[in-house]
Every structure is written in structure tokens, then in C-alpha cells.
């Protein structure tokens, strides 16, 4: 005997597909502002009226607009609004900020329906944005692309989640596994990748909201940790310096960007530069997260020595790696980080290879 699906049930199927298409939407232009949000997330925006995209937008830099309200902005016709749909890849906001509540710019502008890839995780919204549009007569519909839109948001739910950053190891290892010589001549980085992987680093940097290295790797390279290879925005320097045996010359002491320097020693802060007292006898993965915790950081891109990194992966204190493998053997030298993990992905740049791994 053939069996029917209601009738009901087939157009809330259909209806789903086409919310997938636009949160899908939604979360291509969230793309966009990733890096220069923070600490909001980077939310996506559609306005949908009779199958037609009306309006979209994503959230402006700290201070500025949030996607909601970018989207709406853009539609020509207004009057439209009274019959549209806005999908959105986060829950809408429910309190005062820097920035009116979103959920309440939907209500006012009559907006029927709402259309939400994810619940907001931050205690401030968690549901009550959605608890407003509802009890407004907006028709509310959660859900959709669930994961994709967390996956999109992760740094944003970890750091309201687990009550720390983000964390992503990146390190480059030559082709029989040292991430370094043993001697170097000059006091500056010995690359082991290629050009166009670099680039990809700075690409990264821009993206993530903290950088954080050893005391080793200032001494011997003196980064300027910022992203000069790619337009965005600096991210700030986590420096950990136990014993402060860094040279103020160092280019990390110039001022230019918020600094944090992780220590045992006592010194007041200055214009940019903060120094943050841990204990080096505790895990010193889980102190330095507490330190970025309370400087609201919601990501770092690990990008210390072989030491460094180690202490991050021992502890489990990781959430991506991405290791660049170079063509060339160095033969001798510092060995690269021990990391039993199997990559998740493999791709070619240029000569080098990457590895991303994922600690699920």
C-alpha cells in the first residue's frame, strides 16, 4: 500500500529547504566580518520577501551596526518588511549595548517572520531575544543550518561556553620535523614556508583576535606579530616572558598594539603594554586562558616554539592546528611539537603542505 505524506507536513519540508538556502546566504556575507567585529560575533542578515532577496547585511565593526539591522537598512521598499522573512545565523539580541536590541528593531518595522541558524549562547540573550519576538506575534523558526552556524560562530561559543578563547596552533616544521635550526646568524624568523603560506598566516592573524609566542621566539626572531601581509586588523600580542628577560627594544614593546605579557615578576602597566602576574608552578595553558579570559579575548592563533606549543597540547588546551610542512630537510635542529592527532584536511600551497587538525 503506497503511503502519503500530509499535506502539511510536505510544505514544512519545502519551506525548511528554502530557509537552508538563505541562512546558507546568511552565512557567505558573515564572512565578511569576521576579524573586525569583536568582540560581537560576525552575524549574517537576509530580508526575503516573495522569494526574492530585499536586503542583507552583516555586522559592522565594534560600536556599528549589527547585521539585523544593516539588512534591514538596505531595503529600498519598506513597505515590503510588513510581509518578509529576515534570516539571521544568530539569535537576535535582546538588550542594550553599544547598539539598540535587534529583536526589537524586527517588532517595530513588523516583521512576520524570523528565521534563526543558532540560539545565542551569551547569558545576556540566551532565548530572550527569541522569548520577545515571539510574545510580539513574530512566527519564529530556529534551528536551521544548525551547525553550520555554530561551526561558523565557534570562537564566540567557546569563549561564553568554556570561559576561554578560541585556541588555534599554527606552526611550520621542515620535511624531517624541526621547526627550527639549532644556530642562527642573524636576529630575525628562518622561514621554512613558502611566501604564499605566510600570506596565508597574516590571513589568519587578521581573523583571530590575540597572537600569542614564548619568550624563545622574541629573543631570537623579534616579530612584530602583526598583519603586514594582509588588510585587517593587528591582533593583540600575548607575550609569555616568566622571568621579563625580553629586551624593551624588542618590537613587541613598541607600543603599537594592546601587549600582554604573561609573568612571574610585578610591573605596572603602560600605554598598551599590561603585565599579568600567573602562577608557572600551576598548568600554564590553563593560567594564560584565565588572563585572556579576563581580557575578553575570544581567539588566539598559538604561533609560540616547539615549547610553547607543547604545553598547549599537553594540556588539551586546543581547538584547531594547522601545520605547514616545507619541501626542504633541515637535518638538525629544534625538534618540531610531539602531536599524535590525525589531520582532518591536507592541502597543497605552492611546495608546502598543510595539515589542519581538529580536537573534537
Known amino acids: 500500500m503506497m503511503s502519503f505524506i500530509p499535506l502539511f507536513l510536505f510544505y514544512e519540508v519545502i519551506d525548511f529547504l528554502n530557509h537552508e538556502q538563505y541562512i546558507k546566504r546568511c552565512l557567505e556575507i558573515a564572512q565578511k566580518g569576521i576579524g573586525f567585529t569583536r568582540p560581537n560575533p560576525s552575524v549574517g542578515a537576509v530580508v526575503v520577501s516573495n ?9 559592522s565593526a565594534y560600536g556599528g551596526n549589527h547585521a539585523e539591522v544593516n539588512a534591514i537598512e538596505s531595503v529600498k521598499d519598506v513597505e515590503l518588511l510588513k510581509e518578509a522573512t529576515i534570516y539571521v545565523t544568530l539569535e537576535p539580541c535582546s538588550h542594550h549595548g553599544k547598539t539598540p536590541p535587534c529583536s526589537d528593531l524586527i517588532i517595530e518595522k513588523g516583521i512576520p517572520e524570523v528565521v534563526i541558524g543558532c540560539v545565542d549562547s551569551n547569558s545576556v540573550v540566551a532565548g530572550k531575544g527569541i522569548s520577545r519576538l515571539e510574545k510580539a506575534g513574530c512566527k519564529v523558526t530556529v534551528g536551521v543550518l544548525e551547525q553550520e552556524c555554530k561551526e561558523h560562530h565557534r570562537r564566540f561559543f567557546t569563549f561564553h561556553e568554556l570561559v576561554r578563547p578560541y585556541i588555534v596552533l599554527k606552526w611550520a616544521e621542515s620535511k624531517d620535523g624541526f621547526i627550527a635550526p639549532l644556530k642562527r646568524d642573524e636576529r630575525k624568523p628562518v622561514w621554512i614556508s613558502g611566501e604564499v603560506s ?14 600569542l609566542v614564548g619568550t624563545k ?21 600575548i607575550i609569555i616572558d616568566r622571568e621579563l628577560k625580553i629586551s624593551k627594544n624588542s618590537n613587541v614593546y613598541d607600543g603599537s598594539v594592546k ?27 590553563k593560567e594564560v586562558c584565565k588572563v585572556l579570559h ?20 599537553n594540556e588539551g588546551l586546543w581547538d584547531e592546528a594547522k601545520v605547514f610542512v616545507g619541501k626542504d630537510n633541515l637535518v638538525e635542529g629544534v625538534k618540531a611539537p610531539t602531536f599524535t592527532y590525525d589531520s582532518i584536511a591536507l592541502r597543497e600551497i605552492e611546495n608546502d603542505q598543510l595539515k589542519i587538525y581538529r580536537n573534537d
Request: proline letters at 3%; zero cysteines.
Open 198 to 211: 605566510r600570506q596565508l598566516v597574516h590571513q589568519w592573524r587578521s581573523q583571530e583576535h590575540a597572537i
Open 51 to 59: 522569494g526574492k532577496i530585499i536586503g542583507e547585511g552583516y555586522t
Open 294 to 313: 579576563k581580557h575578553q579575548i575570544q581567539s588566539v592563533l598559538v604561533e609560540g616554539g616547539s615549547q610553547t606549543l607543547q604545553t598547549f597540547i
Open 217 to 237: 621566539t622574541v629573543i631570537e626572531d623579534n616579530p612584530k606579530l602583526d598583519v603586514r601581509n594582509w588588510k585587517g586588523q593587528n591582533p593583540v600580542r
Open 259 to 285: 601587549t600582554i605579557f604573561i609573568t612571574e615578576k610585578e610591573r605596572e602597566a603602560s600605554k598598551e603594554l599590561f603585565f599579568e602576574k600567573v602562577d608557572f608552578s600551576k598548568p600554564l595553558a
